[in-house]
């Protein structure tokens, strides 16, 4: 059975990543705040080094595996945004990534994570 991160949990992965990611602020439009009679906030997580927030999972993960666990590798399966951020975080840490991506994803993010030193296998949906 598996079991929620509880506040230790989360402040131990924002130490781990403390100075590697952006700490992207919320920003709000009184425009929007106006026409919605509220207080709108956003965090542009697209400010990160990989465009999304998706770093911050990827990067906790591979920080929590041992040398060995590390040293076999790391496979993902993701279109875009995952992809990214496991090999980003592979690379950071020396690591071999293997992304299963399919083969219509965006062009632009299968470059990406091939540059960022992962190994692409594409797949036809």
Request: aromatic share 4%; no cysteine; proline share 5%.
């Amino acid at each position: 059975m598996t079991t929620l991160p509880g506040i230790l949990d989360i402040r131990a992965a924002a130490e781990r990543l403390s100075g590697l990611i952006v700490e992207t602020p919320l920003i709000e439009s009184p425009e929007l705040n106006r026409r919605h009679g509220g207080r709108i906030l956003f965090k542009p997580e697209t400010l990160q080094r990989t465009g999304s927030f998706k770093i911050r999972g990827a990067y906790n993960k591979l920080s929590t595996l041992s040398e060995e666990e590390r040293g076999r590798g790391v496979v993902a399966f993701s279109s875009g945004n995952h992809a990214q951020g496991v090999a980003a975080s592979a690379a950071m840490f020396g690591v071999k990534a293997v992304i299963a991506m399919p083969a219509d994803a965006p062009a632009m993010k299968i470059g990406n994570v091939r540059r960022m030193g992962a190994e692409v296998v594409t797949f036809d949906r």
